[in-house]
């Protein structure tokens, strides 16, 4: 799979990352730590995790954030 068929992969998992139960969430953004973690964006991976951290205290604000700053960021890696 090319890199950018994979960034489209990790975009469409981060835009499905608000349906669903919180554990759900969770396992989603989860994959797309590993992803960028996998693509070399140790960055961004790091902002995913800030994300799910975010996420598991209950702060949906930060994360609905966080997810923003990754959706705009990871458009631009294509």
């Known amino acids: ?10 975009l469409a998992t981060l835009n499905a990352a608000d349906v669903g ?8 953004m989860g994959q ?4 960028l973690e996998s693509l070399d964006q140790e960055e961004l991976a ?3 995790g800030e994300a ?11 994360f ?5 700053f990754l959706q705009s960021k990871i458009g631009h890696l294509r």
Do not use: F, N, P, Q
């Open 32 to 35: 797309v730590k590993k992803d």
């Open 64 to 68: 609905r954030r966080g997810r923003a």
């Open 46 to 48: 790091g902002a995913a």
């Open 1 to 10: 799979m090319t890199d950018t068929a994979r960034i489209d992969v990790v």
């Open 52 to 62: 799910l951290t975010a996420l598991r205290r209950g702060d949906v604000a930060e």
């Open 21 to 28: 139960s919180l554990d759900t969430i969770a396992e989603k």
